[in-house]
């Protein structure tokens, strides 16, 4: 084991870092998301120049050798930073998706194109009823003729305002598969949304949507799905620790300049026992996220236990953290045009999206992974 | 980043665990699964199996007796230790004295005082705390007076744990007085059998008997046994304290104890099914579950911390917080899942140190059930001993954010 970053992680942790420096301070970013887009293509191009788009994805699968890490490593950043480019939608969901599915010409090409920063891609998979649970989908396919006819209604399609094309799980009478679908298909209606935290996602729904193309055939999506929504977790884990990082430095800072009763306010104990507590759930996080990370990259046992595992704590830890950021600045806290509110937006998101804690408990607890294996057996042996 | 478990560190595991059980005798261990504090022969008897291996105390430096295991393996080797129910030996001799003996004693200390803690023939306790000074240590006032080649002990510590047990104490006394209050303290070895020297018990709310007050009346002590310099006994007891940063974290006993929830639970009839079906009780189990994990992680992270690094004293600042509040809520959440007997006061069926001598008891037989109302009580203590979380929250504040 070894909890330091290798030189080239340490590189891409300090060229994003960089550039969030330099590109996104809050009138920046303010710019940003009132745009059409809600981000900037100019900065999708340079994240595709720096090879951010492919640093999470092995050599074999297009990409430039790197894993999860490097993408946690990238979202963290981007969570001290408020990054609003479809990084997640892109770069983890879809891609990671992709990667996991066998390689195949029309893969390939997608991957490559995404990963150049030409094809902007989406993951349609969450539907209104599922409320985080991966295994549920109603979305359904049907063959017509040569091809595959969908019908149904995905929520909460994170970047599909501004993708090109979807990535459609849906089911037929064989199991899940995954479609292709381009977002400008007449045939299926978007209604575009902000999320709290600015950033953009659609509804989409499909009536009789043509697909030409199959990504992976039904029976054989869900293990590329379960990949790519695992991709997802440890990557908003990573960004909502880079946010909590940022929301506790600017939180203790405004303690050590803001007076009230003839002093700053870092000398009231209540306050720093509070920032003691934020911490401590910060840093167990960041614990938590590297058990996820292992999980996803090596050998697992259960990698569903601990995924929601890391979710679960991560969840939880958002909101306090998010929370007593905006309590302990006061009023100003509550002020749209003050940074730490958008701090608290993010957080209050990633510990909702993909499943809340209580979603993640449950899949814990169906997923028992007891530690060394359990004590019942040793109880019987004796 | 690299998060695999290295396949030589996998083996060593199993080694220790092959080892703990061909070696843990079966009444040892049948008696460890109940959750009172172990009794002195069967730590001694286990500490003797320990170290005729080698492994009394693989923490210390290997000249005295311990190995040169890596921090990880030490790790390792204890979580084995927890995983089996081993009993839980002097963890005040082999843990706090011994590396202050090691890297403070004299060399006529190290050879008088090790051995004997090894071959598991001589106890120790710890007499810092005093009834005015818990969190404000320093601010003790128990005083050893030089009178030829002799201290003379006089004052009174509280909260010494097992000195019932113990052999020997070692305690921090003033023995400078117009001086600032850390400078003054001296860290003494007394022979807890000398004359002046008396032991009252201190029942604790789990009906155990494992605390004492000890008082000191004009007690001698041969000034050899003071251990260093005198005046130093402060930064001695901070080295102690900051000696081992992840034992505070307690998670191989608590991992132990989550496991216990869920045996406890997968049994116990709730309805027309088990317990671990409550979908309620089972999320409050994986919640539990989950934050131990991380801390499990965040233990992970110091112990693999190198020269140097950033950041890793915030880490090990915050293990003793969380660590002990989950141990906590471990032992409650097994009392939970007892149900009725939840709430039953459970003596010790062996007869150790019965406070109520009624004879009265639960009528529970698995010995996985046994004592869980005792130690959910103690738990109590887990957030006030070892510095009150109160105050490591305050060196957080301070130290690591600033404040």
Redesign the interface.
């Known amino acids: 084991?070894?909890?330091?970053?290798?030189t080239e992680?340490q590189a891409l942790a300090d060229n994003v870092a960089r550039f969030c420096a330099k590109e996104y301070d809050f009138r920046a970013r303010r710019q940003l998301l009132e745009s059409a887009d809600g981000f900037s293509r100019a900065h999708w191009a340079t994240f595709a120049e720096l090879g951010w788009l492919g640093a999470g994805l092995p050599e074999t699968a297009g990409g430039f050798g790197g894993g999860a890490?490097e993408n946690a490593v990238v979202m963290e950043a981007f969570g001290r930073g408020l990054v609003l480019e479809p990084f997640l939608a892109t770069a983890v969901l879809s891609l990671q998706t992709l990667a996991a599915l066998p390689a195949g010409e029309v893969r390939d090409r997608l991957i490559e194109s995404a990963v150049a920063g030409q094809t902007l891609l989406a993951l349609a998979h969450g539907e209104p009823t599922a409320r985080g649970d991966v295994d549920h989908v109603e979305t359904q396919a049907t063959q017509s003729g040569n091809g595959w006819v969908l019908n149904g209604h995905k929520s909460l399609v994170l970047g599909a305002p501004s993708a090109d094309s979807l990535l459609v799980s849906a089911r037929a009478k064989d199991g899940v598969g995954l479609f292709l679908v381009p977002r400008q298909d007449a045939s299926l209606r978007l209604k575009p949304y902000r999320t709290l935290d600015n950033h953009r996602a659609a509804d989409v729904w499909f009536s009789n949507t043509r697909v030409e193309t199959v990504l992976a055939p039904p029976g054989s999506a869900m293990p590329a799905l379960a990949t790519g929504l695992d991709h997802g977790l440890t990557a908003v884990c990573a960004e909502a620790i880079g946010a909590m990082d940022a929301a506790?430095l600017m939180t203790?800072d405004y303690?050590?300049t803001r007076k009230q009763f003839g002093t700053t306010l870092?000398n009231f104990?209540a306050?720093?026992?509070r920032?003691?507590?934020m911490?401590?759930e910060y840093?167990?996080?960041r614990?938590?996220l590297?058990?996820g990370?292992?999980a996803l990259?090596?050998?697992a046992r259960n990698r569903g236990h601990?995924m929601?595992?890391?979710k679960?704590?991560v969840s939880s830890a958002a909101l306090f953290v998010g929370r007593q950021s905006v309590q302990l600045h006061g009023g100003i806290g509550m002020t749209e045009e003050y940074a730490i509110g958008h701090y608290y937006r993010r957080l209050f998101v990633i510990a909702n999206q993909f499943g809340g804690?209580?979603l993640?408990?449950?899949r814990?607890?169906t997923n028992?992974t007891?530690?060394?294996g359990?004590?019942?057996e040793?109880?019987a042996a004796? | 980043?690299?998060?695999?478990?290295?396949p030589e560190d996998e083996a060593f595991r199993m080694e220790v665990r092959a080892f703990i059980a061909a070696e843990l005798p079966?009444d040892i261990?049948?008696r460890a699964r109940h959750d009172y504090h172990c009794v002195r022969d069967d730590v001694r008897r286990w500490m003797r199996i320990l170290n005729k291996k080698g492994w009394g105390a693989p923490h210390w430096p290997e000249k005295f007796g311990g190995t040169s295991w890596s921090p990880?393996r030490k790790y390792i080797f204890q979580d084995e230790l927890r995983?089996?129910r081993a009993p839980v030996v002097d963890r005040c001799a082999l843990d706090l004295l011994g590396p202050v003996l090691c890297a403070f004693g004299s060399p006529a200390q190290q050879a008088r005082f090790l051995p004997p803690v090894l071959s598991g023939d001589e106890w120790w306790c710890q007499g810092f705390s005093e009834p005015n000074s818990g969190s404000d240590l320093a601010s003790l006032r128990t005083r050893a007076d030089l009178d030829g080649d002799h201290y003379v002990v006089n004052g009174q510590k509280i909260w010494t744990s097992e000195a019932h047990q113990a052999d020997w104490i070692f305690a921090l006394v003033r023995t400078g007085q117009n001086v600032k209050p850390q400078a003054g303290i001296s860290f003494l070895l007394i022979d807890i059998n000398t004359p002046g020297i008396t032991r009252r018990p201190i029942w604790s709310i789990d009906e155990g008997y494992t605390l004492n007050e000890t008082f000191f009346d004009n007690v001698r002590v041969p000034a050899e046994n003071l251990l260093g310099e005198p005046g130093k006994g402060w930064s001695y007891a901070k080295y102690l304290l900051s000696h081992e940063r992840t034992t505070s974290a307690v998670v191989s006993h608590t991992?132990?104890d989550?496991?216990?929830v869920?045996?406890i639970a997968?049994r116990a009839p709730s309805g027309s099914g088990k317990l671990i079906d409550n979908?309620a009780f089972?999320?409050k189990?994986?919640?539990l579950?989950?934050?131990?994990?991380?801390?499990e992680?965040?233990v992970?992270?110091v112990l693999?911390?190198?020269e140097g690094?950033a950041g890793a004293d915030?880490?090990a600042s915050?293990l003793k917080?969380?660590g002990s509040e989950l141990s906590e809520r471990a032992a409650l959440l097994a009392a939970e899942a007892l149900g009725d007997y939840g709430v039953v006061a459970m003596p010790d069926p062996e007869g150790h140190y019965i406070m109520h001598k009624d004879g009265m008891g639960p009528p529970l037989t698995d010995?996985?059930e046994i004592g869980v109302t005792a130690k959910a009580m103690f738990r109590r203590a887990t957030t006030i001993y070892g510095g009150a979380n109160?105050i490591?929250?305050?060196i957080?504040?301070?130290s690591?954010?600033?404040?």
């Open positions: 084991m070894d909890f330091k970053l290798t992680q890490i506790i203790r303690l050590k870092n104990q306050l720093q026992h920032m003691a507590d911490y401590v840093e167990l996080s614990s938590i590297y058990q990370l292992a990259d090596g050998p601990a929601s595992a890391m679960a704590v804690e209580d993640h408990l449950k814990m607890a028992p007891p530690f060394w359990g004590i019942g040793q109880v004796s | 980043m690299e998060f695999s478990l290295a079966a261990a049948r990880l995983r089996a991992k132990r989550v496991e216990q869920r045996y997968e979908p089972a999320a189990l994986a919640r579950e989950a934050e131990v994990i991380a801390l992680w965040a992970m992270r693999h911390t190198r690094d915030g880490v915050l917080v969380r010995d996985e109160e490591q929250r305050m957080i504040a301070k690591v954010l600033g404040l």
